[in-house]
């Protein structure tokens, strides 16, 4: 089984650039307080840290 994380959008995407708004979409997260499980890839942890102050990392699985 592949390494997960489960993320929290904690911030508005109101009055912030196109690209972070962009970033959110992508990984599946447009609700204050909604959470998904993503798998642990680089590419999402590189997601996560351009709009690290809209979101919150719960915890690490696997």
Same mark, same amino acid.
């Given at each position: 089984?592949? =390494? %997960? #994380? !489960?993320? =929290?959008? !904690?911030?508005? $995407? @109101? ?6 708004? /962009? %970033? +959110? @979409?992508?990984?599946? +997260?447009? =609700?204050?307080?909604? %959470? ?5 890839? $680089? /590419? !999402?942890?590189?997601? #996560?840290? =351009? @709009?690290?102050?809209? !979101?919150?990392? #719960?915890?690490?699985?696997?």
């Amino acid at each position: 089984m592949a =390494k %997960t #994380i !489960v993320v =929290k959008q !904690v911030g508005s $995407p @109101i009055r912030r650039p196109q690209d972070q708004r /962009a %970033t +959110l @979409i992508g990984l599946g +997260l447009n =609700k204050m307080h909604k %959470t998904r499980e993503l798998e642990d890839t $680089p /590419a !999402v942890r590189g997601m #996560i840290s =351009k @709009i690290s102050h809209m !979101v919150e990392i #719960i915890e690490e699985k696997g």
